[in-house]
C-alpha cells in the first residue's frame, strides 16, 4: 500500500523546492513565444482573503497550463499599497500606514506563497516604496510637458469622512456616497490637479483588437458618453440686461446651449441657465433677483443626481430677461432651473417642450406654450398629451418644412453654421480626471509654489520627493503635509527663493495605471520600466474584476495611449485580452462581510486540507465569471477525488497475461476525448467543467483498473495524463506524484498532453430501422447515444416519415445499439 495523501507535508516540500530551484522565474529571453498573464494586484489591507483566492488561484492555473503549453509566461505581482484602505485601516489601528502596510504584504505574500502560485516574485512592485512612486512622479512632469496635467479649480467631490476629494468614479450610487465608506458625498471649490483624459475620449471609445468582454466595453462606452449634436447661439435681447463687470462676457455675446436636437429648433419657447452658470448674474432683472438668489442657494446644496433624477419635478425661476431665436428671431424667456447641469455641455438648455420629456413637464408647470414643430406620421393635429421625442417630419420650421427630422438635423446645423450662430460639435460624459487627494499615504505631486515664479515643477533630478515618514498623517480635511513645516518649507529650484510643496497626493489609481509595464524591470532606475524587455507588451491576458469597469480600466488604457504618444511605448492598448471573475459570495449567499459572519478563511482549511484541494474546490464551485455562494459541503468531492487520483498515479492493476484489445482500446479513445475536452475548457476559463471532466475520467480509469486486462504501456500513459491534466488546479500532488512514479522534475515544465482527432471521434454503430417490423432504414449514429436520441433520429429519417404518413405512433421497440420498430397503426 502507498501512504496515504498528506497535503501539508506535500505542500512544504514542494513549495521549498520550487522556491529554491527559482522553478517560476521567468527568463527576459527565450525561444518560447512571450506570454504575459496578469492578475490585477490587491490592496495590502490584511489576510488574503477567499475573495483573493479565488481571483488568483483559477488565473494560476491558466498560466501554468499555458506555460505547459511552450509558452514564456511571465506572471508576476504585486501590492497596491497606497490609498484609502490602507490608511484608513492604519488609523483605526493607530499604527503607521507604513508599519502597517508592510506588515501586511509580509503576511499576504507568505500566503500567496503558501497558495502554490507560480508567481515570479523577483518582480514583486510595492507601489508605497520610493523606488516605485518616484516614477509617478516622473509621469506626473511628462504628463504636464505634454499639457496631459493642469491645475484648475473645481467644484469637487469631498467625503466629509475620509476627509479627501473623491474622482468622479469613486462616488456610487443614486445618493452619491464614498466608494470607500459610504458617507454621502460634499461639493466643495478647491484648485486640484487634473489630467486631461478627454484628449483621448474618441480613442477610448475604439476597442479595435481588444478581445474583452461586451460588459466592458459597454460600461466604458456609455461612461465615456459620446453626443453628437450642435451649440447654438442665442443672442441677448438688447437692452435686456444690465451691462456687467469689465471682465464678464460682453453684451452682445450671446447664450450657447448644446443639443442633440437642432431639428426642433423652431420649437424653442424658453431657455434653462443652470444655477451655476456665469450669465444668470447679469441676466437677473431687479424684481426676480431674490427668487433667483434663493434658487441658486437651494441648488447648490443638492446634488447631480438628485437634480436629475427622472422624478424630481423640474422647476425653475425666470430670470426676468430674454433672448431671441436666431432661426426664428423669436423672443425666449430665460430661466434657471437645477435639472441643468452647469457641468455638461454648455451649461444651458434650449426648451423644446413638444419634444423632450423634461421641457414639456416644465413649460406645463409655467404655462409655456408647447409647439408641436415635428409631426408624428399620421398625426391628426391634436394638441400632445406627452412629449413626442422619435424621428417625424419638420413643420412650422421655416424653410425647413416638410423636411425629415434626421435630415432636418445636418440641414438646421449647416444653415445656422454659415450665418455664424452653429456650430456641429460632439459632446463626452466623460470628465478630466482628478488626482489631487488632501491624503498623506500618496505620492507627494512635484509641484513647488513660489511666490516669483508661481507653479514650477520639481526637476527630475530632484526626484523623488519622499513622502516624509514623521508626520502627523491623521486626515484634518486639509492635507496632512501641509502641517509638516520641514516638507513644506522648500527653495524654489529656479530662483531659489522660499516656497511651498504642493501638499496635495496623487490619487492611488495612479499606480496601477501602469504597474504593468514596471513588472518587467522592477529595479530600473533611469525610467519607467526597461525599453529593452518590450517585447513582453502588450499584456496577453488580465483578469480581474468587474467594479474596475470604469476606473481603473480607462486610466489604465489612457496611460498606454499617452505614453505612447510620448515615445515611451509602441502599443496602443495595454491589454489584449481581459476576462472578470465572479464574486465569491459567503454560504448564505450574502457577500461575505465580518460583521455577516460568513467569512470563509482559506488558512483553515490550507492548514488541514492543502492548497490544491481549496484551489481545485473553489475552480469547480460554478463558472469563474459567474461567482457564487461557497458551499462548504462541496469540498468532500474534492477531497475524494484527489485521493483517487493518488491511488490511482500509485496502485497499479494486477495487469492480467492476456491482455483485452477492447478494453485497452476504450481506455486510448478515453484518454483521447479527455484531453480533447479539457483542453478546451481550461482554454475557455471553464475550469469548473474541466475538474468535472477530470473527475469522470478518474471514476472511468478506476473502473478499468479493476478489469485488470489492460496493456500497461497504455495505462500507465493514460494516468501520466491525468496526472498532467490536473497539474495547472493541483500543483502540488500531481508533482509529489511524478516524482513518486519516478517521472522527471518537475511537471510543471512538462509538455501539456495533445489528443489525435481521429482518437476522439465517436464509434459508430448501425441501427436498423423497421416499421410495423419491416426494414425500413439503417442509421448510423454514436455508440453512446441514448434511446432518445435514436429514436429521434429514426421518427426523422425520410423513408420513415413517409411510411408513418401521419399514422399514430403506438409503441417503439428498442434494442440499444442495433434496432428501433416503430408500431404504427
Ligand atoms: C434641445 C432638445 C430638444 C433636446 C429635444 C433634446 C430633445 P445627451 O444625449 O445626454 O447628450 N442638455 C444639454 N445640456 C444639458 C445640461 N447641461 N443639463 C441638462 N440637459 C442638457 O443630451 C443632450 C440633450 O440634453 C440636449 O439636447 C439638451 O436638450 C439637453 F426635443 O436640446 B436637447
Request: charged share 25%; aromatic share 12%; proline share 7%.
Amino acid at each position: 500500500m502507498a501512504d496515504r495523501f498528506d497535503p501539508p507535508t506535500i505542500d512544504a516540500k514542494w513549495q521549498a523546492r520550487w522556491e529554491a530551484d527559482g522553478l517560476y522565474q521567468t527568463p527576459d529571453a527565450s525561444d518560447a513565444p512571450k506570454y504575459y498573464f496578469l492578475s490585477m494586484y490587491p490592496y495590502p489591507s490584511g489576510d488574503l482573503h477567499t475573495g483573493h483566492w479565488y481571483a488568483e488561484a483559477p488565473a494560476d492555473a491558466k498560466a501554468r497550463y499555458l506555460r505547459m503549453r511552450g509558452y514564456n509566461v511571465l506572471f508576476p505581482m504585486g501590492f497596491d499599497a497606497f490609498g484609502l484602505p490602507a490608511e484608513n485601516a492604519a488609523i483605526k489601528h493607530n499604527i503607521h500606514p507604513y508599519t502597517w502596510t508592510m506588515a501586511n504584504i509580509e503576511r499576504m505574500r507568505s500566503q500567496f506563497r503558501r497558495m502554490g502560485t507560480m508567481i515570479d516574485w523577483s518582480r514583486e512592485i510595492v507601489t508605497c516604496l520610493p523606488e516605485y512612486y518616484r516614477w509617478n512622479q516622473w509621469f506626473f512632469l511628462q504628463f504636464l510637458k505634454q499639457g496631459l496635467a493642469y491645475r484648475a479649480r473645481a467644484a469637487v467631490d469631498f467625503c466629509p469622512n475620509c476627509n479627501t476629494t473623491l474622482a468622479r468614479e469613486q462616488v456610487w450610487g443614486e445618493d452619491r456616497r464614498c466608494e470607500r465608506c459610504g458617507t454621502p458625498v460634499e461639493k466643495r471649490d478647491l484648485e486640484q490637479w487634473f489630467f486631461r483624459i478627454t484628449q483621448y475620449a474618441e480613442e477610448l471609445l475604439r476597442f479595435d483588437g481588444l478581445d474583452w468582454p461586451e460588459r466592458v466595453k459597454t460600461m466604458q462606452t456609455n461612461w465615456i458618453g459620446r453626443s453628437e449634436g450642435a451649440e447654438i447661439e442665442f443672442g441677448l435681447e438688447a437692452g435686456g440686461a444690465e451691462p456687467g463687470p469689465s471682465d464678464a462676457p460682453t453684451a452682445n455675446q450671446g447664450i450657447k446651449v448644446f443639443t442633440t436636437r437642432p431639428d426642433t429648433i423652431y420649437g424653442v419657447t424658453f431657455m434653462v441657465l443652470a444655477p451655476e452658470h456665469p450669465l444668470v448674474e447679469r441676466l437677473t432683472t431687479d424684481d426676480q433677483r431674490a427668487a433667483v438668489q434663493e434658487y441658486v442657494e437651494r441648488a447648490r446644496r443638492e446634488t447631480e443626481i438628485e437634480r436629475t433624477a427622472a422624478d424630481k419635478p423640474k422647476t425653475g425661476v425666470f430670470t426676468g430677461s430674454y433672448c431671441v431665436n436666431p432661426y426664428s428671431g423669436e423672443r425666449v424667456p430665460v430661466y434657471i432651473g437645477d435639472y441643468v447641469l452647469y457641468t455638461y455641455g454648455t451649461g444651458a438648455v434650449m426648451g423644446v417642450p413638444a419634444h423632450d420629456e423634461r421641457d414639456f413637464v416644465f413649460a406645463q408647470r409655467y404655462h409655456l406654450p408647447i409647439p408641436v414643430v415635428i409631426a408624428p406620421p399620421d398625426w391628426d393635429g391634436d394638441p400632445l398629451a406627452a412629449a413626442y421625442t422619435a424621428p417625424g417630419t419638420m413643420i412650422h420650421s421655416g424653410p425647413f418644412d416638410g423636411t425629415p427630422s434626421e435630415e432636418g438635423k445636418k440641414a438646421v446645423v449647416a444653415y445656422g453654421a454659415e450665418r455664424g450662430f452653429a456650430t456641429a460639435t460632439v459632446t463626452y460624459r466623460l470628465r478630466d480626471w482628478l488626482i489631487s487627494r488632501q491624503r498623506y499615504w500618496g505620492t507627494p505631486i512635484p509641484i513647488v509654489y513660489c511666490p516669483t515664479d508661481g507653479i514650477v515643477p520639481v526637476p527630475e533630478e530632484d526626484l523623488p520627493v519622499l513622502l516624509p515618514e514623521d508626520s502627523q498623517f491623521k486626515p484634518t480635511g486639509e492635507s496632512p503635509l501641509k502641517s509638516d513645516e520641514r516638507f513644506r518649507n522648500v527653495a524654489c529650484p529656479t530662483c531659489g527663493g522660499p516656497a511651498e510643496r504642493e501638499t496635495d497626493t496623487m490619487d492611488t489609481f495612479m499606480d496601477s495605471s501602469w504597474y504593468q509595464y514596471r513588472f518587467l524591470s522592477p529595479h530600473f532606475d533611469e525610467g519607467p520600466f526597461d525599453p529593452a524587455k518590450a517585447h513582453w507588451l502588450p499584456v496577453d491576458q488580465y483578469t480581474g474584476g468587474i467594479e474596475h469597469a470604469t476606473m481603473h480600466l480607462l486610466y489604465f488604457r489612457f496611460f498606454t495611449k499617452a505614453m505612447r504618444d510620448m515615445g515611451l511605448l509602441q502599443i496602443d492598448e495595454p491589454a489584449t485580452r481581459l476576462i472578470n471573475q465572479g464574486i465569491i459570495l459567503g454560504p448564505d449567499s450574502q457577500k461575505m462581510s465580518k460583521s455577516r459572519g460568513n467569512v470563509v478563511n482559506p488558512d483553515d482549511y490550507v492548514d488541514k486540507l492543502g492548497a490544491d484541494v481549496f484551489r481545485c474546490y473553489l475552480m469547480f464551485i460554478g463558472p469563474w465569471q459567474d461567482g457564487g455562494p461557497y458551499r462548504p459541503e462541496g469540498i468532500d468531492g474534492i477531497v475524494r477525488w484527489l485521493n483517487r487520483v493518488w491511488n490511482l498515479a500509485l496502485e497499479e492493476p494486477a495487469f492480467a497475461d492476456a491482455v483485452d484489445a477492447e478494453t485497452t482500446r476504450a481506455l486510448q479513445a478515453q484518454r483521447h476525448k479527455t484531453v480533447k475536452v479539457v483542453t478546451e475548457d481550461i482554454e475557455a476559463f471553464h475550469f469548473n467543467t474541466m475538474l468535472a471532466r477530470l473527475m469522470e475520467y478518474a471514476n472511468y480509469l478506476s473502473r478499468v483498473k479493476d478489469s485488470g486486462k489492460i496493456d500497461p504501456v497504455v495505462w500507465r500513459d493514460a494516468v501520466n495524463t491525468l496526472l498532467l491534466m490536473a497539474a495547472p488546479a493541483a500543483p502540488h500532488i500531481t508533482e509529489e506524484l511524478w516524482e513518486r512514479t519516478g517521472r522527471p522534475y518537475s511537471i510543471h515544465q512538462q509538455a501539456w498532453p495533445t489528443f489525435e482527432a481521429a482518437m476522439t471521434e465517436d464509434e459508430q454503430v448501425t441501427v436498423v430501422v423497421q416499421v410495423n417490423g419491416k426494414v425500413r432504414d439503417r442509421l448510423m449514429v454514436p455508440a453512446d447515444s441514448s434511446r432518445e436520441q435514436v429514436e429521434a433520429l429514426a421518427l426523422a429519417s425520410e423513408k420513415v416519415a413517409s411510411q408513418v404518413n401521419g399514422a399514430t405512433v403506438r409503441n417503439v421497440v428498442y434494442v440499444p445499439g442495433r434496432l428501433v420498430n416503430i408500431v404504427i397503426g
